[in-house]
Nanobody
Framework: QVQLVESGGGWVQPGGSLRLSCLVS??????????VGWYRQRPGMQRELVAH??????LYADFVKGRFTISRDNAKKLVLLEMSYLKPEDTAVYYCNVGSLTGILTMGASGELANWGQGTQVTVSS
């Protein structure tokens, strides 16, 4: 089983930056996984895909292009999301996940995806 622990969230003013981390662990874990992704869930809204990696592809939702960067640290078994030029509408709980590409894209409706972690809260306001 794979466990996911997100961290790095907090409060930041518009235009600021945050670096989110997702620690991936589990018995007999193979890292890096086939695909990784970051998601957000804004207040009162559904979870949505923000960015994902499926080497050699790095893809981003339109609302974060040019501002966010997804990456991995294989030695530390981390999935990272560097966020800059943050906007109030970026306020959300952010989640990571790992699995197959289909699992990442469908949020587990198809393919393979790990159980969701607790997420980390990002609040962007003045």
């Amino acid at each position: 089983q794979v466990q996911l622990v997100e961290s790095g969230g907090g409060w930041v003013q518009p235009g600021g930056s945050l670096r989110l981390s997702c620690l991936v662990s589990g018995r007999d874990l193979n890292f890096p996984p086939k695909a990784v992704g970051w998601y957000r869930q804004r207040p009162g809204m559904q979870r949505e895909l923000v960015a994902h990696m499926y080497e050699p592809r790095f893809l981003y939702a339109d609302f974060v292009k040019g501002r966010f960067t997804i990456s991995r640290d294989n030695a530390k078994k981390l999935v990272l999301l560097e966020m800059s030029y943050l906007k109030p509408e970026d306020t959300a709980v952010y989640y990571c996940n790992v699995g197959s590409l289909t699992g990442i894209l469908t949020m587990g409706a198809s393919g393979e995806l790990a159980n969701w972690g607790q997420g980390t809260q990002v609040t962007v306001s003045s």
